[in-house]
């Protein structure tokens, strides 16, 4: 699913704007994250405790989201590659996205986190 990032849905916390601009860190071989989105490939490093949101924002990567708990699904994401890395989903993804769409590889980047972001790995995940 692919959707154009509506005004404020990038904006850091910080209040600075994302510079994105095709980062790819290198990770040493730790867990990656790759998005593809809006007509380009990015990666980032997960952060260890962090959510997929809180990656890729520390990374400077524009994702849209708004709320960052699980109550507008703007972070809404579709896991392409890799989603047996992630943490099962909670209620809170239960909640906002349905069965139907979490078995379609549907997940929340507010509330998803890696099982273990320093094991290698790679999730690919789409907006």
Do not use: K, N, W
């Amino acid at each position: 699913m692919r959707r154009a990032p509506s005004t404020g849905e990038g904006a850091r916390a910080d209040g600075r704007e994302p510079t994105g601009g095709g980062m790819s860190l290198d990770t040493d071989g730790a867990f990656t994250v790759e998005v593809r989105g809006l007509g380009a490939t990015r990666r980032a490093p997960a952060l260890a405790g962090a959510s997929l949101l809180e990656s890729l924002l520390g990374a400077d990567l524009p994702v849209p989201h708004m709320c960052r708990e699980a109550r507008c699904g703007r972070c809404r994401t579709t896991v392409v590659e890799g989603g047996d890395l992630l943490v099962s989903p909670g209620e809170r993804e239960h909640l906002r996205l349905g069965a139907t769409l979490l078995a379609q590889g549907m997940r929340l980047m507010c509330q998803s986190r890696p099982a273990d972001p320093s094991a290698p790995g790679r999730l690919v995940i789409e907006y």
